[in-house]
């Protein structure tokens, strides 16, 4: 059982924007909220997590930086950009796989939706993420594995997590409104620990940085909370700390929506061009 984590020290916390749109009331306020848990004697740290190289732009990296100053947010640097660290992702994939719990999956998108379909009656089992994964690749003999590797066929890695989480006995970790949480990673079936696109994924690129960067408290929206599971059996695996977590409620939009970077009249640009003030815009995005 994890105790939950004293917090008598000045915490450390971070904002961890993908660069993939304008930062707009939903994102403005984790950025607050992290800034403000790490109160005056504390840490607050800034993360790009632009591991997605296809959707990430360095134009939206640049305007983040320049709308969270508006905001009158001042972190600490460096600022630790992902696309940087793809060899420390790499390591920890190293590391897992040292330990037989992670397999190449070959499976395409259509390959995975054919056989959710094709398991006719079965209850088509949900994830946080979506369907979960069938496991095709899982059973797969290690020589043809090798094989279509060594062919070139592109492939992700996945982690066993029933066989990880059976490895690593009960999990738990301590949220500010759930209280002790015990982790149930299987809700998610086999994750994605390396894309096929690039080496890394959010789970394990998140989970690793927050325990390089020192993170004592984790605050982002509650939409996150499922992903903890994970995060939580990722640091049992590689032998990681675990901060404490405070998931927050998000923004809502006046359609009772998610606000989402679709919501364009809510970016901090078009409210910094509407004539609002930062004091306003943190108004709004706190309320
Ligand atoms: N990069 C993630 C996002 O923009 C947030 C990750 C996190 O706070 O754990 O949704």
Known sequence: MTPAPSLATPAVTRFAPSPTGFLHLGTARAALIAAKAAGP????????????RGRCRIEFEQAILE????LDLRWETPVRRQSEHFADYAGAIGTLRATGLLYPCFCTRA?????IAAADGAPHLLGPDGPIYPGTCRGLAAAEASARMAAGQPFAWRLDVARAAAAMGQ???????????????????????????????YHLACTWDD????????TRGIELFPSTHIHRLLQALLDLPTPAYAHHP????ADGKKLSKRDAALTLRALRESGHTPEQVRAMALS
């Open 67 to 70: 709308d969270l100053t508006w």
């Open 111 to 115: 390959d995975i939706q054919r056989e």
């Open 250 to 253: 998000l923004v809502i939009a």
């Open 171 to 201: 999990l738990h970790w301590h949220d500010a409104d759930a209280g002790t949480v015990r982790a149930t990673p299987e809700i998610f079936g086999d994750v994605v620990i390396g894309r096929k696109d690039t080496p890394a994924s």
């Open 211 to 218: 325990a390089l960067q020192g993170v004592t408290l984790v």
């Open 41 to 52: 004697d504390g840490h607050f740290l800034l993360r790009i997590e632009d591991i997605d």
